[in-house]
């Protein structure tokens, strides 16, 4: 029995409702033709869910060559100088929205994002400003601008930089000087924050800066301090930016590891004005595989279109020459993002952009299957957290038995869905794996150890092993994965609990994926040979607020493409359990969004149908019928089918006391 879970999950589902609100679902790529999907940035970064933008300046939109790549090539833009104070409020209190206008107005006709930049700078600051000496006056000063400026672009402008370069070059890791410090302190950020949240609630308030990429510099630890102080304390800020005006050598080898340590803050990171002396082919494909590998880095930006355009154009920095040509950087740029070299010749598909799995979903669910099966020593509310594998002419369900004294797992098989309900259950507590708090199952054959595993959790991620699925008795005892909880995990589980502990291997690695019950996934990493020790690297996979992604994941190899399947249990408005979904060409990689909303959930209520009557409201903990039962957790693409948990709608109270049945979904919208 583990009380804290009970009262974890209690708490859960009272709150739930609570949740709405805050269910954010990440930006979805935006659909386009395969053939351009393929062939162009912005594109072809939407397949993974981001965005690639480029600055644009108003002076250059009647030039057609200009506006040809632009419209071509990007989804997302930034005014390069049109909403800077200097631009936008001149003289205090008379404000020029033209030229910011005709950019926010062109990019929202051609469907592109747009990021407001910026609020509060040093920089291109009007000397109105800039000579201010009383504090109440700045202040007013600086709120009103923020205001004026987020209430003008309310609906039309996805992030904003509200502040922007605050900290100071060199080792200090302090804040600038500038009439914003000096006059009110370093407090000045967290009130432009504030500001900005009141101002724009939906708007993502990015805090943006230059040299902030290497890990170790002083100016990267002290904005990563400010943020880190930020998220503990409920100052509003949604995104680091990270400039990115790199050298001739391209990003620091600690990109990547700022733009993840960043994003395990809880804020989104994007690549905001990226440029490259000499804009090599290797330093480009290099900063771009940094943000594709940190599943919150939402986005790259470009600073300009063509050398031309630059600021820094005597170093050739960008991704067209100056007659709109690509260069060597643009090709890099795309492959790195997942374009091929085929695609872009013949405008075919690539192969990546071959989905297999539809972008929504349809169900018929049968009714409960499996029902707990209480002897004298076995007193079952529920049966739950179904694993299964189909072998040897016989389906094997193993699960979680419920009861407010405590979790175990039972095991049955049978031939044919038709004998679940009637197959024996084999209580696993009076096996080697005994008695004590083991739930949520994961059951595979690990083809070269010539062993099956049964993966579960005890309070740390625990395996028993077996030689012979069909025989109860054959599981070993317990062992750990981990010594103890990642350190990860430890500061980002918060309130939550360590749950739903998953494996699954491709030829080279295995991982295990795990879930805290407050927004993040988890996957730890070793090799197939070592599998099942060395587990480390434990990193955030996904994450989201805590009902958005809460729970019982499941990853699997789509059968007949390079598309991996990631379902994510959450809670949802209606306080009901559903499924989420995403998909990644690596196990490692960032996931982007299949059918990942309320409105388009993997699995909800309110895309299956009940033939056999409504039993349940809740999709809940499950999974999928495997094409095969190896570590690789290979599922088909067509006619899917999902075993879950599903109950009672009318029932209540205790959590552990919930009458959770068996159920399978059946796939009715498949077109294979
Ligand atoms: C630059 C523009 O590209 C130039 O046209 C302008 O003269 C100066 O500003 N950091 C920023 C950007 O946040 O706003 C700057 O843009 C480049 C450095």
Redesign the pocket.
């Known amino acids: 029995m583990n009380p804290l879970k009970r009262l974890g999950r209690r708490r859960a589902s009272v709150l739930s409702l609570l949740a709405v609100a805050a269910l954010v679902t990440p930006g979805a790529a935006t659909a386009a033709p395969d053939a351009v999907r393929a062939s162009t940035l912005g594109a072809q970064a939407a397949q993974s869910g981001r965005y690639f933008g480029t ?1 644009v300046a108003a002076g250059r939109l009647g030039d057609g060559t200009y506006t040809g790549i632009l419209d071509r090539e990007f989804n997302s833009v930034t005014p ?2 049109e909403m ?1 104070w200097d631009t936008i409020e001149r003289s205090r209190g008379s404000f020029n929205f033209g030229p910011g206008d005709q950019i926010a107005n062109r990019a929202a006709s051609h469907g592109q994002r747009l990021r407001g ?2 609020l509060v700078w040093h920089s ?1 600051l009007p000397s109105w400003v800039s000579s201010i000496r009383d504090a109440n006056t700045l202040r007013s000063v600086m709120n009103n601008h923020i205001t004026q400026v987020m209430n003008h672009y309310k609906g039309k402008v996805y992030a904003w930089d509200v502040v ?2 605050a900290f100071a070059d060199g080792g200090s890791g302090q804040m600038r000087s500038s009439v914003f410090r000096d006059v009110l302190g370093t407090g000045f950020i967290e009130q432009a924050f504030r500001t900005a949240r009141s101002a724009d609630p939906a708007a993502k308030l990015c805090y ?1 800066d ?1 040299n902030i990429e290497n890990w170790s510099d002083a100016k990267t630890q002290g904005v990563y301090r400010m943020v880190r102080d930020f998220k503990a304390r409920g100052v509003p800020i949604d995104c680091v930016g990270l ?1 990115s ?1 790199f050298g001739a050598g391209g990003p620091p080898s600690s990109f990547q590891t700022t733009l993840s340590n960043f994003a395990a803050l809880g804020v989104d990171v994007q690549i905001t ?1 990226l440029d490259i002396a000499q804009a090599s082919t290797a330093a480009y494909a290099n900063t771009v595989r940094a943000c594709l590998n940190v599943a919150r880095c939402t986005g790259i930006t470009v ?1 300009g279109i063509r050398d031309s355009d630059s ?1 820094r154009s005597g170093e050739n920095p960008l991704l067209f020459d100056r007659s709109g040509n690509k260069k060597p950087a643009y090709q890099s740029t795309l492959t790195a993002l997942g374009g091929s070299a085929a695609a872009q010749r013949t405008g075919a598909p690539s192969p990546r952009s071959a989905t297999a799995l539809p972008s929504s979903f349809r169900w018929s669910s049968s009714g409960p299957l499996v029902a707990p099966k209480p002897d004298a020593t076995h007193r079952i509310a529920g049966i739950k957290d179904p694993s299964v594998v189909y072998y040897n002419g016989k389906y094997h369900v193993f699960a979680s038995t419920a009861s407010p004294s405590g979790y175990n797992l039972v095991y049955l098989s049978f031939s044919d869905w038709s004998q679940a309900g009637s197959a024996t259950h084999h209580y696993l507590d009076r096996t080697a794996i005994g008695a004590g708090y083991r739930a949520a199952p994961q059951v595979f054959y690990n083809t070269q150890q010539r062993l099956w595993y049964l993966v579960y959790q005890t309070g740390n991620a625990s395996y028993s092993t077996n030689p012979d699925i069909s025989n109860p008795n054959g599981w070993s005892a317990p062992r750990n994965f981990y010594s103890s909880m990642p350190d990860i995990i430890r500061q980002n589980i918060g309130n939550g609990y360590w749950v739903d502990m998953w494996v699954i291997c491709d030829s080279a690695n295995c991982y295990l994926f795990s879930s805290d019950d407050n927004g993040h996934l988890y996957r730890s990493q070793t090799t197939v040979g070592q599998f099942p020790n060395g587990f480390t690297n434990t990193v955030i996979a996904a994450q989201d607020s805590k009902y958005a992604l809460f729970e019982a994941s499941n990853v699997y190899k789509v059968q007949g493409s390079n598309q991996y399947l990631l379902l994510v249990e959450a809670i949802g408005s209606d306080g009901r359990r559903y499924f989420r979904s995403w998909t990644s060409s690596s196990l490692a990689g960032s996931w982007s969004p299949l059918a990942a909303s309320e409105s388009n959930p993997f699995a909800k209520s309110s895309n299956v149908t009940f033939p056999a009557g409504t039993w349940t409201r809740d999709i809940s903990h499950g999974e999928m019928i495997r094409a095969g039962y190896d570590q690789t957790l290979t599922i088909p693409a067509c006619k899917l089918q999902y075993l879950y948990q599903g109950k009672d709608p009318n029932a209540g109270g205790d959590y552990d006391n919930l009458p959770w049945r068996l159920g399978l979904l059946t796939q009715t919208n498949s077109t294979c």
Do not use: L, P, R, S
């Open positions: 600055a390069e100088n800077k930049h910026t291109q922007n370069e943006n230059y400039q005006h004005e600073w600021w």
